[in-house]
């Protein structure tokens, strides 16, 4: 799972509300459910629903055609197991986050495709379980800047370019992520790679899009 084009989160609270916020950053379009949600929106890309996402008419008009992952964040473990099970109804391929309170958590991944441990993680840790292995947030550190660990796409925009043509001003390839030299501006950006990038918030959507494509599918 990468880059979906639609992210439903079940759930409006702390965690709910930033990651909604931090894929609206990202230029996804996100769908919050809640029964009774108690923040402004913050992006025309962020639509809250109100109600039960447990309930089958609720958790279907949230989910769309291009729904790529399902995130249960609630603070109650049960209501996420049930929507993260309800949802695969609805959608073949579709992908399962649920948040998990208890330690033995990974005996669920039977039931969901992946855990997310509020107690031992941070939000940041919530947004790459929903993102799936091509695109990692390593750290979010003061300001507005982000560090992705990113894959590049075999037909994204980037793939085959040199950073400078391929990446907005506001972003700088560091390194790739097996260790080799760091990337210089004249370096060619090779599919398949994995890169470590550093980007202002208001252009991480864009050197998404031009590292994994339009089409790319979480």
Excluded at 180 to 191: F, N
Aim: glycine share 8%; charged share 30%; aromatic share 4%.
């Amino acid at each position: 799972m990468t880059d979906a084009e639609h992210v439903v989160i079940a759930g409006s609270g702390r965690v709910g509300h930033r990651v909604a916020q931090h894929f609206a950053d990202r230029e996804r379009e996100v769908t919050v459910i809640d029964p009774d949600p108690d923040w402004d929106i913050e992006s025309d890309r962020i639509e809250v629903l109100q109600g039960d996402a447990t309930k089958p008419s609720v958790l279907e008009s949230a989910i769309t055609e291009r729904t790529g992952v399902v995130g249960a964040l609630t603070d109650k473990q049960d209501t996420n197991l049930v929507v993260c099970m309800a949802a695969k109804r609805y959608a073949t391929g579709l992908r399962t986050v649920a948040r998990i309170e208890e330690r033995a958590g990974d005996a669920y991944e039977a039931y969901v495709d992946e855990v997310y441990f509020p107690e031992r993680a941070s939000v940041r840790a919530a947004v790459n379980a929903l993102s799936g292995s091509d695109v990692r947030t390593l750290e979010e550190v003061t300001g507005d800047l982000e560090i992705l660990d990113i894959r590049v796409g075999y037909d994204a925009p980037a793939a085959g370019e040199v950073v400078s043509d391929a990446l907005p001003e506001g972003s700088v390839v560091v390194a790739e992520t097996d260790g080799h030299v760091a990337v210089q501006h004249s370096t060619k950006l090779i599919e398949g790679r994995r890169y470590i990038i550093a980007a202002d918030r208001d252009v991480v959507g864009e050197v998404i899009r031009q590292c994994r494509g339009e089409s790319a599918e979480m």
